[in-house]
């Protein structure tokens, strides 16, 4: 996690002020791993391929200065897509009403998958209302593993 939080710190403020928000990080794969970044637009207007290539070429030279992964690896430079992850307190709250799914590290009432409206995000705490029963679930969002949204076709 901490080469994570050093990518971002060494990429985020220019994708801020090229326009874009940072949703995510991510590194994965053992052989050649890919280091994915997540972008959209700060105006939440459509991210195009041209957005795309051009952020990815920031990104590319400021990691080729600072060279934070030792290894070889692929940079993707992607939209959140239909399927957004959720990955902070913000998106809940922007996201209120959205059909998700989400995955707790803790179970709740037995369970840790959840699938179900966003009703509200008090403080701390996501209201989720599943689609498979009346009552809401109290979730902190300390205890969110995973979530994302459901696309809406």
């Not at 874009?20 to 195009?48: C, F, N, W």
């Not at 009432?109 to 599943?130: A, C, D, H, M, Y």
């Amino acid at each position: 996690m901490e080469l994570i939080k050093r990518i971002r710190d060494i990429i985020e403020p220019t994708l801020n002020s090229l326009g874009y928000h940072l949703v995510r990080v991510q590194l994965s794969g053992q052989v050649r791993p890919t280091l994915q970044v997540m972008i959209e637009k700060t105006d939440l207007s459509a991210l195009s391929i041209d957005d795309c290539v051009k952020a990815s070429r920031q990104v590319s030279a400021l990691l080729d200065v600072e060279d934070p992964i030792e290894s070889a690896y692929q940079l993707e430079v992607t939209s959140p897509g239909l399927d957004r992850p959720l990955v902070s307190l913000q998106d809940y709250v922007r996201f209120q009403g959205a059909e998700i799914k989400l995955e707790t590290v803790v179970p709740l009432e037995g369970r840790k998958r959840f699938k179900g409206t966003l009703s509200q995000t008090k403080e701390e705490i996501i209201l989720l209302k599943p689609e498979d029963s009346e009552a809401t679930v109290e979730i902190a969002y300390s205890n969110i593993l995973k979530a994302k949204l459901v696309p809406q076709l």
